[in-house]
């Protein structure tokens, strides 16, 4: 069965929410939606999703899963806003209580938090199988990026997150607590062992060049032309991928991201005053 994409791309953040149906009137995952962050004022808002959501009652789909490729260090996650919305359950790699630990220390998170996932309302085995509507879906542990990483294959597509950019842009960092750029191509190259007309559709594309935004390509395309893979070996991607992290900085908005985001898309809980606070740990990162 051939499966349906529309996708959402935020200019701030560069990333790209797809929503995958098998038509209208019919039953879909929403992958990797945005909540927008201002970080002069600390508010949330909710652009982004108020576009999606416009876009699933036009099409009359229902949400049946709100999928995360990963735990994303670049934008806050909709997931649980648009739950409130629209319903459906929230899925990610089952590794993600690796990264909860991680983060959890980093930020000396609250007694009531546990980092188990079940923040989240399923983790994904690899290999796992499950359906989306009428639609054939899998799972495809991709870590590298970061130890929860997964593709979620659908039919004749397959949504790869952060392991894969366009092929002009490359691949993913490596350098986050838990990254490792051999897992990250052996993670590259399970999914460019499908078919060679195999749609990927990517989470990020930072337009190289200045060009326009992209997010679609082919399984052939990335093995002939992406700038970390073609004509190089393991040994190879993995020197150019440890020589680009050595020049990276931080994402802008790691700090605020990551506690949202570790929390399946939940703000960490009020304090005693009534608000939420977001914590900066010093000197540490």
Known sequence: MHAEVRSFFDKATSTVTHVVHAGAGTRCAVIDPVLDYDTRSGRTR??????LCQFLDEAKLEVEWILETHLHADHMTGAQRLRERRGGRVGIGADI???????????????????????FDHLFADGE??????LQASVIATPGHTPEGVA?????????????????????????PGGDAALLHRSIERILALPPETR???????????REARWETTVAAQRAENIHLAGTDAEGFIA???????????????IPATQVNMRAGHLPPPEADGTRYLKVPLDRL
């Open 46 to 51: 909710t652009a982004s999703l108020d576009l």
């Open 97 to 119: 209580v690796v990264t909860q630990r991680r983060l959890a220390a980093l930020f000396h998170a609250e007694p009531g938090f546990t980092p188990d996932g079940s923040q």
């Open 129 to 134: 199988r499950f359906r989306i509507g009428t």
């Open 152 to 176: 979620y294959v659908v039919e004749d597509t397959v949504f790869v997150g952060d392991t894969l950019f366009m092929p002009d842009g490359g691949s993913a960092r490596c350098d986050f």
């Open 200 to 210: 990927l559709f990517v989470c990020h594309d930072y337009m190289p060049g200045g």
């Open 240 to 254: 150019k991928r440890r020589a680009r992290d050595a020049t990276l900085d931080l994402p802008a908005l790691l």
